[in-house]
């Protein structure tokens, strides 16, 4: 049995009759939360210009860490010097750590992947580095969350018919000649076996190990990859692979597919997705767990995500609107009297509490929708959840959005402080 | 009478024995404050990245806002649509306003004073603008603070001896040949005329509308002046032109001088000023209101105030440290377990957490300190203070700072917006 087998314990309190969604609860060394759960991403061991007590604000109940980004800085050495990252960011609910796989990946100049590991350079000083599945668990230990997460070799979905607007991204992916499915039966594989290794390196009780399966949109190779990592006793299996350039539809096939496929009485966790509706579909076909930094990243940029769609909150139409970003909503901004037009101000005069106040409500807003969507779980009524969230219908009834948001649709928590741009 | 001049009363409740320091309190519309009061500085009707509620927690009892940042942006108007600054930015407490001419004089190009007022480029569109004594009262109006300032002529400290480092300042000054004596009087007299226009031009009965003092450190102005502005009944009054390049030796002498000419049953307010020790002694000549913007300008740049002296956060020795920035502090920052070490990691990795816990504690030190200032005043019992202040001895037996803040020592709310050089 794989160490900190029993560190992370799920249970199923309701199965929806109507499709595969289930009411849960996973119970971690540092509590217990619902699920369907959403995990907002606080990166560098911190959720931008949140406090702990602003997070918990918003119903978060756990919250997820970059190891990649912690490891360089300020090393999980000295975060495990400081009592961990619970003791280090003074958060003491659930914390899940990402292994790095996909970061070193997306986010590094030069990076090489080896059946040791994978070689980048530190976006910190340039330094080669190399991550290999036992460091990304020795750092994952240091760094102490209760669920932490394979190493994985995660590639990209199939080679783009048109060049991808990031140069950094294309130039990457034109210098892999081999046929994409050729590289996902690599990765698939490599994944495995670097799943072993993290299994066989993993060196505390009090934190839950899930694997990670891979196979892009390809059904044939999802299978291949579920029965090699669900052969391993983990406490839980994540869909890796996932909103790494698909479409929505690409997504929601895939999701559809390689839910149910997975062990039904552990969690299951879709990596880095995603809309509302990506959500709700995914939910509906039996996913667990999700994070995302959507929220703070488009909050940081002015974007406010509402029942009926987004808005970009420096539009001018907003300039005399005393109201809400979202009536129904109860966050500290909403709630708390904040206008439409005084956010506005704020973003028009690049003042931080813009920035706050738009993330504290647009982490808020997903976990309103949970919120919803576990009590539509536990009825079996889902007509309703549609009407009280129209951005859920897509080009559906529902008002549409202002403007889309600048950011990637979808996006596997690659580390908000170089996602900016 | 002039218009508001019961909006705000002030009470003494204790005389010191020892000095001319004074145990009051404030009423205004929003509620009363006790004095000896520390204002901090949320300029454009935001303290940067702090909600209200985490103003609140500093003990802060009432705020300044900067007239001259908010009637460019969103515009005075605006703010009045949205039912004035405490609708605004949620802040149900007491706000002072300050008039913009300071302003107008220190932070625009190509400013010209004239007796019709002071023409100056708007810092958001370039466009000129022409703020006069009228629309200065105007603009406070709309914006609606308890505590409005009068329209004064602000000239800077005598010629300095070597060229500021401000090349911007360097210029202004070297534009103006006059003696600097002649300007000083200049700008008594027309401080004076610009007030009877300021109490002509008030419209609103719940706004208080202090007079300003000018003169520089020459004392003998400094009379003249008291005796033309303090003819007016306002209710309150404010020492200005000081903390505009003098020595803190220059700044003590004047105010020494100055406070106890401003009637003693006025509130006394010194304008941006400044550290621990020039607000102590302030205190003991008789000034009962201060505002600064070193709490939150220096916490953003990652400086914190102690009770032995600044530190810098940055700095390696920081690194490990799991202790909070100050023991004795019970902010949000100290209390709240937030080590050195995790600080210094929010601002190596240009987190926003890492200002916003910083300003916070940074408030909190001057609010603990003015609570320490004021229960000395009540016992009489002053040196006690320096024993818990070490800071206060100044070059005396206190550790010394690591280094120095890199902002100005003294500054007279000069907006925030524009001074994170």
Same mark, same amino acid.
């Given at each position: 049995?794989?160490?900190?087998?029993?560190?992370?314990?799920?249970?199923?309190?309701?199965?929806?009759?109507?499709?595969?969604?289930?009411?849960?609860?996973?119970?971690?060394?540092?509590?217990?939360?619902?699920?369907?759960?959403?995990?907002?991403?606080?990166?560098?061991?911190?959720?931008?210009?949140?406090?702990?007590?602003?997070?918990?604000?918003?119903?978060?109940?756990?919250? !997820?860490?970059? $190891?990649?980004?912690?490891?360089? #800085?300020?090393? +999980?050495?000295? /975060? &495990?010097?400081? %009592?961990?990252?619970?003791?280090?960011?003074?958060?003491?609910?659930?914390?899940?750590?990402?292994?790095?796989?996909?970061?070193?990946?997306?986010?590094?100049?030069?990076?090489?992947?080896?059946?040791?590991?994978?070689?980048?350079?530190?976006?910190?000083?340039?330094?080669?580095?190399?991550?290999?599945?036992?460091?990304?668990?020795?750092?994952?230990?240091?760094?102490?969350?209760?669920?932490?997460?394979?190493?994985?070799?995660?590639?990209?979905?199939?080679?783009?018919?048109?060049?991808?607007?990031?140069?950094?991204?294309?130039?990457?992916?034109?210098?892999?000649?081999?046929?994409?499915?050729?590289? !996902?039966?690599? $990765?698939?594989?490599?994944?495995? #076996?670097?799943? +072993?290794?993290? /299994? &066989?390196?993993? %060196?505390?009780?009090?934190?839950?190990?899930?694997?990670?399966?891979?196979?892009?949109?390809?059904?044939?190779?999802?299978?291949?990859?579920?029965?090699?990592?669900?052969?391993?006793?983990?406490?839980?299996?994540?869909?890796?692979?996932?909103?790494?350039?698909?479409?929505?539809?690409?997504?929601?096939?895939?999701?559809?597919?390689?839910?149910?496929?997975?062990?039904?009485?552990?969690?299951?966790?879709?990596?880095?997705?995603?809309?509302?509706?990506?959500?709700?579909?995914?939910?509906?076909?039996?996913?667990?767990?999700?994070?995302?930094?959507?929220?703070?990243?488009?909050?940081?940029?002015?974007?406010?995500?509402? $029942?009926?769609?987004?808005?970009?909150?420096?539009? +001018?139409?907003?300039?005399?609107?005393? %109201?809400?970003?979202?009536?129904?909503?109860?966050?500290?901004?909403?709630?708390?009297?904040?206008?439409?037009?005084?956010?506005?101000?704020?973003?028009?005069?690049?003042?931080?509490?813009?920035?706050?106040?738009?993330?504290?409500?647009?982490?808020?807003?997903?976990?309103?929708?949970?919120?919803?969507?576990?009590?539509?779980?536990?009825?079996?009524?889902?007509?309703?959840?549609?009407?009280?969230?129209?951005?859920?219908?897509?080009?559906?009834?529902?008002?549409?959005?202002?403007?889309?948001?600048?950011?990637?649709?979808?996006?596997?928590?690659?580390?908000?402080?170089?996602?900016?741009?």
């Amino acid at each position: 049995m794989a160490r900190g087998r029993d560190a992370v314990r799920f249970t199923v309190h309701v199965r929806s009759a109507s499709c595969a969604a289930r009411l849960g609860s996973v119970e971690t060394p540092h509590g217990a939360f619902a699920t369907p759960a959403f995990m907002p991403v606080a990166t560098a061991a911190t959720m931008k210009g949140l406090t702990p007590d602003q997070i918990r604000s918003t119903g978060s109940e756990i919250i !997820l860490n970059n $190891a990649y980004h912690l490891m360089l #800085r300020p090393t +999980a050495e000295r /975060v &495990a010097h400081f %009592g961990g990252s619970h003791a280090f960011m003074r958060w003491d609910r659930p914390i899940l750590t990402d292994s790095g796989g996909f970061q070193a990946w997306s986010m590094s100049e030069g990076t090489k992947i080896r059946e040791e590991g994978v070689e980048f350079r530190s976006f910190v000083d340039g330094a080669r580095i190399l991550l290999t599945p036992e460091r990304s668990i020795e750092v994952q230990n240091l760094i102490g969350a209760d669920i932490i997460m394979a190493f994985d070799d995660c590639p990209p979905a199939r080679e783009p018919e048109s060049p991808p607007s990031d140069p950094q991204l294309s130039r990457k992916r034109r210098s892999r000649p081999e046929d994409h499915r050729t590289r !996902l039966v690599e $990765a698939i594989d490599r994944t495995a #076996r670097w799943l +072993a290794r993290c /299994v &066989a390196a993993h %060196g505390r009780g009090d934190q839950g190990l899930f694997g990670i399966v891979q196979g892009g949109t390809d059904l044939e190779l999802r299978r291949r990859s579920i029965e090699q990592i669900c052969a391993f006793d983990l406490p839980g299996f994540a869909i890796g692979g996932v909103a790494v350039g698909e479409s929505p539809t690409e997504i929601h096939a895939t999701v559809r597919a390689v839910a149910p496929l997975l062990p039904a009485d552990k969690p299951r966790y879709l990596m880095g997705v995603g809309y509302e509706r990506d959500i709700l579909e995914a939910v509906r076909a039996g996913v667990d767990m999700f994070d995302c930094v959507l929220p703070t990243r488009n909050g940081r940029k002015g974007y406010a995500f509402t $029942a009926s769609g987004p808005l970009r909150i420096r539009n +001018a139409c907003h300039a005399l609107d005393s %109201g809400p970003i979202d009536p129904a909503c109860d966050c500290l901004a909403c709630a708390g009297g904040f206008s439409r037009g005084y956010l506005r101000h704020l973003f028009l005069a690049d003042e931080m509490l813009g920035p706050t106040l738009l993330s504290i409500h647009n982490i808020r807003h997903f976990q309103r929708l949970m919120v919803d969507i576990r009590a539509r779980i536990r009825d079996d009524a889902w007509l309703d959840l549609e009407r009280r969230w129209p951005v859920l219908q897509g080009g559906g009834e529902g008002p549409q959005p202002e403007e889309e948001p600048p950011s990637a649709a979808h996006d596997r928590g690659s580390g908000e402080a170089c996602g900016q741009a």
